[in-house]
């Protein structure tokens, strides 16, 4: 294993995931329209399909084939959704019992490290056998991030949390997402191809998932009818910036 690699992946994870950070920065001290961030959340969803589709599931499929692609797939995506089915059920759990506005805000910061995660670890797959980090998935990750940020973090400074209480915790977040980036070069460098395959699979199954489950609803609620014509624009762009 290549530490230079290792570290790499780790410096555009933390790249990638600053967007977390800046949006905090924006839901602190501005109150961005809804629509607006709503908007924001389904370009980056059209940024994440087409990543998916054009670069992970092709590189995978090249590695090893449609068995493991498919069961990575299919690992990522069930693993995500129990993460997040467990992850509901404790923040209802802490809610109807009027826990801590702490307690909450660390739910917050739970979800978001596991959207970030399969996120990350595809982004420093990229970085294995000589390749490049796809320009493609890093946009998408930064666009879908700032949303996340800029939403938890206006909310938790309603609940009465400092300024560099909701920093701090997002640059808690920020820095995990680049570990997280560096497990993929640190865990799969020396494994045989058809085990990066699976690991990319996961990582697109476990995206996809998020999208469907978290992003693409949260701005269909604001933006309606639009939600799909935003999602596309952010779908083309990456087409045409993975295709330059």
Known sequence: MHWSTTLQAGMWGLLAASSLLFGALLGVFLRLPRKVVASIMAYGSGVLIAAICFEQI???LRLGGHLPTLGGMLAG???FVLASAGLDRIEQRHRRAGGSGSTIGLLIAAGAFLDGIPESLGLGLG???GGSVSVMLLVAIFLSNLPEGLASAAGLREEGHSRR?????WTGIVLLSGLAAMSGPALF?????LWLAFAL?????AVLCMLV????PEAFAETHALTGLITLAGFMTALAVGGS
């Open 58 to 60: 092709p590189e995978a």
């Open 77 to 79: 995506g069930l693993i």
């Open 127 to 129: 970085l294995l056998d």
């Open 165 to 169: 209480w909701i920093f701090t915790l």
């Open 189 to 193: 460098a020396d494994l045989s191809p």
């Open 201 to 205: 699979g996961f990582s697109a199954g």
């Open 213 to 216: 489950d978290t992003l693409i």
